[in-house]
Each structure stands twice: as structure tokens, then as C-alpha cells.
């Protein structure tokens, strides 16, 4: 097995509520498949009146081992509800960090 992490975000960078981002991976060695699995999350909302109420991470690997077996893209979708039930919270208020381990087997 193969193990790289991938980072989307950080301290300081701000999302739209509703986000679709492929971030590139180079695995060490060869491999024939590739699991992303969500390795932790930070979200801060600075915005006082917003509460949230629910975060969604969709992880979609882009890996074809006919192509290349160490090279490939892990799809980060996210989006973020309100207390409301709406997608609304404002993109400038939204900061976050998506780790992905990227599992080669």
C-alpha cells in the first residue's frame, strides 16, 4: 500500500458554500487502484449570525492505472447548510481545510 495526503485550503483562504476543486496526487510507488479517504476538516465561521448545520465532503478519485500508476486527482466537493436549511452562507465568511489521504493499493 501507498499513502499520500492532500490538502485543500487552509488558514486564511475563503470558499464559496458550494465548492468543486480536483487536487492533484503523485504516489510514491505504483499502484493499481486509489481510495481518497476524508482525514480531518476545519471550518470556521466568522459570520456571528449564521449557524451551521450541516457540512457535506464528497471525495471522487480520478486515477486510471492504464494512464499512469502513480499520478491522479482527488475531486473535493463540498457544501455547507445554514440553520435555516439553506445553502447561504456568505463566501467570504467561510474558511476551511479539507486533509485527504489518498490510499494506493
Not at 2 to 10: A, I, P, S
Not at 78 to 102: H, K, N, R
Request: cysteine-free.
Amino acid at each position: 500500500m501507498e499513502f499520500v495526503t492532500v490538502r485543500l485550503g487552509g488558514p486564511g483562504l475563503v470558499f464559496a458554500e458550494r465548492n468543486r476543486v480536483r487536487v492533484p496526487f503523485v504516489l510514491p510507488a505504483p499502484a493499481a487502484a486509489v481510495h481518497p479517504m476524508l482525514q480531518s476538516f476545519r471550518f470556521v465561521n466568522s459570520h456571528d449570525d449564521r449557524h451551521l448545520k450541516d457540512v457535506q465532503i464528497r471525495l471522487v478519485p480520478f486515477f486510471n492505472a492504464g494512464v499512469s500508476t502513480t499520478q491522479g486527482e482527488v475531486e473535493i466537493e463540498t457544501s455547507f447548510a445554514d440553520a435555516d436549511g439553506g445553502f447561504g452562507i456568505s463566501a467570504d465568511l467561510v474558511e476551511m481545510e479539507v486533509v485527504v489521504l489518498v490510499v494506493g493499493a
